[in-house]
């Protein structure tokens, strides 16, 4: 298959997420909560997240890992460095 590859490093921008609606992140919104919820991790500006995470979350967008990713940094919950063999700066 074509297309972009999955990130290897997810380090979710929650004020970002926080930012946008939730008819688009929902989803993603609700993960990252449980997942903060699990750990007792409430005050951080961001959060890590599996690569296992990942593949869970594409399911449930219906994308593969790859389109995910790239749908999560054209939102700016991920930072474009997330795509794995981009070079920033
Ligand atoms: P668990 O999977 O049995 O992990 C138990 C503890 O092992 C975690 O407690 C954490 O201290 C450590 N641990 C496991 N994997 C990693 C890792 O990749 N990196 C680091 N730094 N530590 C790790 P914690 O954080 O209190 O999490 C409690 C439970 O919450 C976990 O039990 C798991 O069931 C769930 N959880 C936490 N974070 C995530 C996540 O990002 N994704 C998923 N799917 N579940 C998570
Ligand atoms: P890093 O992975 O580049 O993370 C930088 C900072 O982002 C962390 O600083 C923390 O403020 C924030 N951060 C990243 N992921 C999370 C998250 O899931 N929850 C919260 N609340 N904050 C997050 P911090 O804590 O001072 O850590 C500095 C560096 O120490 C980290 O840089 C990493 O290299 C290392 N480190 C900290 N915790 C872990 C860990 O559980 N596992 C591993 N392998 N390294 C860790
Ligand atoms: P990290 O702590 O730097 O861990 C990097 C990778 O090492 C993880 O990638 C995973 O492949 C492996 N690893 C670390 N600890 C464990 C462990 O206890 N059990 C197993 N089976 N593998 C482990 P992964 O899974 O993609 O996680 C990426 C980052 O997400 C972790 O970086 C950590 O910052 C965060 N994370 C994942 N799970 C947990 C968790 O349960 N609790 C906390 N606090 N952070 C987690």
Redesign the pocket.
Known sequence: PSGSEPA????INLERLQQLPADKVGPLARYAAA?QS??G?YNGKVL??????LRSLAIIYDMSPGELTDQLIDWGVLPPEARPGQHVG
């Open positions: 290897t490093k997810i380090v997942i699990q750990r991790d890590s997240i599996r690569a296992e995470d």
